[in-house]
């Protein structure tokens, strides 16, 4: 997938601010497909010059007669957009859509290195740029809009590769019993909301936020700072949950539902829980082995009441408190 507007620039004639508009027309007829001319000084692109424009200057009443022996620079656009190579081509779409009306399909000039390179037309930049989004949107989970399994699985191999990495399995304990008793909508909601929290309490400390799907999510970190950040998502989340409870409820700190045996019982509030995987005192060759750890720690997790975290320094779940 091509993301660099450089990529699919394409090449585009340079003309001096001082040529005559003669040349232009020549350019033009000799060129049927081409849309712009570039306007250069010492190879740097100054100017543009559309075909439409162009020709709707020079075809008035007078217009053949005042410009095609005059210079250039009397009807060239001095102010075009012009981009680098590496620029990425969702920035340059934005960019490109949020020119003037009368502007607003000109062709966009490239540069590399301080010099012409091209030009790309809105027309192909917009097609490349639904093309990334399509290509975006498939790696990402649909309702929460955090990156998905793919993007996971990369992030942990890179993982792998590094010197110190830290992976936070964030996991929702009884959200059956809540999805059961309040309804899908509402269930995605709290996931939704669940999502947010993990983003924001876990972005102070440089971590890649993902969702592996229903109630499961994970955070993968180079470094292993993580406790501070851990904390505050769990915290925030048991200060917030109330919001999502009938007053009874919550009172009650139970909801009267199935279990997996399919009996009736009080089933607990749903709480966050987080296992931690780290390379502190173990290595691991592969994301099979980090994801058997994380399932391990995991079920000592759900042996604890409420929300809570465990990792490698200790054998037993804790408060995070």
């Not at 005559?20 to 570039?38: Q, S, W």
């Not at 972005?203 to 109630?215: K, N």
């Not at 009080?266 to 994301?287: H, K």
Request: hydrophobic share 40%; with cysteine; net charge negative.
């Amino acid at each position: 997938m091509q993301n660099k507007v450089g990529e699919i620039s394409q090449a585009i004639p340079s003309i001096a601010p001082g040529t005559r508009c003669e040349r232009v027309d020549r350019i033009f007829k000799e060129n049927p497909a081409l849309h712009g001319v570039a306007v250069t000084e010492n190879d740097y692109p100054i100017a543009l010059i559309m075909r439409v424009r162009f020709y709707q200057r020079i075809g008035t009443l007078y217009g053949y007669t005042l410009y095609m022996e005059r210079p250039v620079q009397l009807i060239m656009d001095p102010d075009p957009l012009v981009v680098d190579y590496e620029c990425p081509i969702t920035d340059v779409s934005r960019l490109a859509m949020g020119r003037d009306k009368e502007k607003l399909y000109d062709d966009v000039v490239v540069t590399c290195g301080s010099q012409l390179y091209g030009a790309v037309s809105v027309r192909d930049l917009l097609l490349h740029f639904a093309e990334i989004q399509a290509e975006t949107a498939s790696f990402m989970n649909p309702l929460t809009g955090l990156p998905g399994n793919v993007s996971i699985s990369e992030w942990l191999k890179g993982s792998l590769t590094q010197e110190h990495y830290s992976v936070l399995y964030f996991d929702l304990d009884n959200f059956k019993a809540y999805n059961d008793t309040y309804g899908f909508k509402e269930g995605d909601r709290l996931l939704q909301w669940t999502a947010e929290l993990i983003k924001n309490g876990m972005t102070p400390s440089g971590g890649l936020v993902g969702h592996i799907g229903g109630d499961d999510f994970i955070v993968v970190l180079d470094h292993h700072q993580y406790g501070e950040c851990c904390r505050s998502v769990l915290r925030a989340f048991d200060e917030t949950i109330r919001g999502f409870y009938s007053e009874a409820h919550f009172m009650r700190q139970s909801v009267l539902a199935e279990n997996r045996s399919g009996t009736l019982e009080e089933i607990p509030l749903v709480s966050l829980s987080a296992a931690i995987v780290t390379n502190r005192f173990r290595s691991f060759n592969s994301i099979e082995e980090i994801a058997a750890e994380a399932a391990s720690l995991k079920k000592r997790c759900k042996l604890h009441k409420g929300s809570c975290l465990i990792d490698d320094s200790h054998l037993e779940p804790r408060a995070y408190v």
